[in-house]
């Protein structure tokens, strides 16, 4: 077989293996060539693939030798001469195949986690407990102080708060005759809407297949869902005739309740459920991101059904949420000042029950979400930071006693023609 086939020539890995390891001078050119000559004269005596094998062997073995060799020289005397570091791509003086490089870092980075187990356990136990920490204080902050409401324009939603002027403190309710009143008279509100809902009280039972459900519900009025700004992803809101005393029952279903008790089923509306034996028309489901006013809430009914032996409904008598809508043309102060304006008037109307509740304010949505707790989020979200930063400043003193540990395997490396960048 020809010398020069192709077919016959040693490997490229090999000759560049032995290129980077072999001294650059004439006796280092030699044992490269004598390792071709009897390359060629295998491959012709006993065929190609025994050649290569005696080949790799007979490398390995050089290598080896030679490698240890400098290593040894570079340790007891550093003004031998070193290794040379031949340049594998175009342009790269002695950097090498960039992601050849970046192999062998990761390699190497996972051989040395290994033979230091007890301080890459402690670097990741304070690295998990730092981060982990500060992702989870984050997520909170973020979902309460941050996002966006997902409602309509929600920095114009407002909550409408009614103020006893003889105590100084805000009950925020309205009765249903203060209610219908600022709605017919206000017009800084492009909607008003209202609703009842207290944790427990607001309970009813869902009747159906196997045994009742107890789910939370929120009583609210027709302006409730249009205030929000916010549609069904099926069927429709509340009409007006159908939060009036006397209709026919309807009932708005949210999203998980319609995925776990229906089973999602896509023709629920116009179908009845009952509840607390009362058949009601479902009419439409809320999308699953709207759990105002509270995420346990399942179902929305119409406020007309409270009646008078559950809440008296008159004037002195204050228990509903209101909710409004600044139009796109006023302020937030105009719209307060309006408020506070027929909130003075109704007092004088109707002194014998709303004396002393002549005033309002109102307040950002968000606001009375987040309510008392913003500081203490705000002071909870900086001492997070404040122990991350400590995490981070002791995981640097580890790496840099570290360092200092392997001063001599660096000196080798450098020996080695390694990079300030590989280092």
Not at 192 to 206: F, H, K, P, R, S
Not at 290 to 303: C, G, H, N, S
Request: with cysteine.
């Amino acid at each position: 077989m020809d010398q020069h086939d192709p077919h016959a020539a040693p490997s490229r890995f090999l000759l560049r293996l032995l290129l980077w390891t072999m001294p650059s001078d004439a006796e280092g050119r030699s044992m490269v060539g004598d390792l071709a000559e009897d390359f060629g004269i295998r491959v012709r005596s006993s065929g190609l693939r025994e050649a290569r094998r005696r080949l790799r062997k007979d490398a390995l073995a050089l290598v080896t030798h030679m490698t240890w060799y400098r290593l040894r020289s570079a340790l007891v005397d550093p003004g031998a001469p070193v290794l040379r570091e031949v340049s594998m791509s175009p342009g790269r003086g002695g950097g090498g195949d960039m992601f050849e490089e970046l192999k062998q870092d990761v390699r190497f980075t996972l051989r040395t986690f290994g033979r230091h187990r007890g301080f890459t356990a402690l670097t990741l136990l304070v690295l998990t407990v730092g981060i982990g920490m500060t992702t989870a204080i984050f997520s909170v902050v973020d979902t309460v102080l941050l996002k966006r409401l997902p409602y309509e324009n929600p920095d114009r939603l407002m909550t409408v708060s009614h103020i006893d002027d003889e105590r100084g403190t805000m009950s925020g309710l309205f009765s249903p005759q203060d209610y219908d009143d600022l709605l017919a008279a206000a017009t800084a509100y492009e909607r008003l809407g209202a609703y009842w809902y207290v944790e427990g009280q607001t309970a009813i039972d869902l009747l159906g297949d196997g045994a009742p459900t107890e789910i939370a519900t929120t009583y609210v009025t027709e302006g409730f869902f249009p205030t929000l700004g916010v549609e069904p992803i099926l069927g429709r809101r509340f009409a007006p005739d159908e939060v009036v005393a006397g209709a026919a029952p309807a009932v708005v279903l949210s999203y998980g309740l319609w995925q776990t008790r229906f089973g999602a089923n896509p023709g629920i509306v116009g179908s009845t459920i009952n509840l607390e034996s009362t058949p009601f028309t479902v009419i439409g489901v809320m999308p699953s991101a709207f759990r105002y006013p509270a995420p346990e809430v399942r179902a929305w009914l119409p406020i007309s059904l409270i009646t008078d032996d559950e809440i008296p409904h008159v004037r002195g008598h204050r228990w509903m949420n209101v909710l409004g809508r600044v139009a796109d043309d006023r302020t937030r102060e105009a719209a307060e000042t309006e408020t506070n304006g027929i909130m003075a008037r109704l007092s004088q109307e109707y002194a014998d029950t709303n004396d002393g509740w002549g005033s309002a304010t109102i307040s950002p949505l968000r606001d009375s979400l987040v309510g008392p707790i913003r500081p203490a989020l705000m002071i909870l979200m900086a001492s997070t930071l404040m122990i991350l930063m400590i995490v981070c400043a002791n995981i640097g003193s580890l790496l840099l006693a570290r360092t200092t540990a392997r001063g001599r395997e660096l000196a080798v490396r450098v020996s080695m023609g390694a990079s300030s960048g590989r280092l």
